[in-house]
């Protein structure tokens, strides 16, 4: 059995400023991917999105540096990818960069809350947090129909969690 190598600690903020474009988009599909299916994710399957235009073989070595820094783990030797509870953390951290909002702010989230619509409520959050970051904004969501395969609680905060 391959020995695990030490890792420093390293704050999560630090380390995604430390990633190139193409790492933090080869980390990004890997999550999104792990948190639609559950499911390790290998480089032959991300080389066939077209948003990331590089091989299979250089997928696997950003993969590589990105388990060397901790944001992934091998299940087992040939297994693909999954983001480790740093990596999840550290996705998470980098889409709640919002900071403090005046209450004009909150109450306009709040009001887009209220819809009853579920798909609604996901687009008028995202068009909203979009204007307060003044970056892109995305929601990603399960379909409803679908069958809960597994879950995964990551410790956010004392006494919080976040169940992926």
């Known amino acids: 059995m391959a020995k695990r190598r030490e890792r420093p600690y390293l704050p999560a903020m630090s380390v995604l400023s430390d990633l190139d474009a193409r790492a933090r988009e080869i ?19 991300l080389s066939h999105d077209r948003r990331i235009n590089v091989s299979a073989a250089t997928i696997r070595n950003v993969m590589a540096d990105l388990t060397d820094i901790g944001l992934l783990h091998a299940p087992h030797i040939s297994a693909g990818r999954l983001p480790t509870d740093m990596g999840l953390r550290l996705f998470v951290d980098s889409l709640l960069q919002l900071g403090d909002i005046s209450d004009d702010e ?48 990551v410790a956010t905060n004392p006494g919080e969690a976040l169940a992926v």
Do not use: M
Request: hydrophobic share 40%; proline share 4%; aromatic share 4%.
């Open 106 to 153: 909150r109450r306009a989230l709040d009001v887009a809350g209220e819809e009853e619509n579920a798909g609604t409520v996901l687009e008028q959050a995202a068009a909203k947090l979009s204007g307060l970051t003044r970056t892109a904004s995305l929601v990603v969501a399960p379909k409803i129909e679908a069958p809960l395969r597994h879950i995964e609680f």
């Open 27 to 45: 980390f990004r599909q890997i999550v999104e991917s792990y948190l639609e299916t559950g499911e390790p994710v290998g480089s032959r399957t």
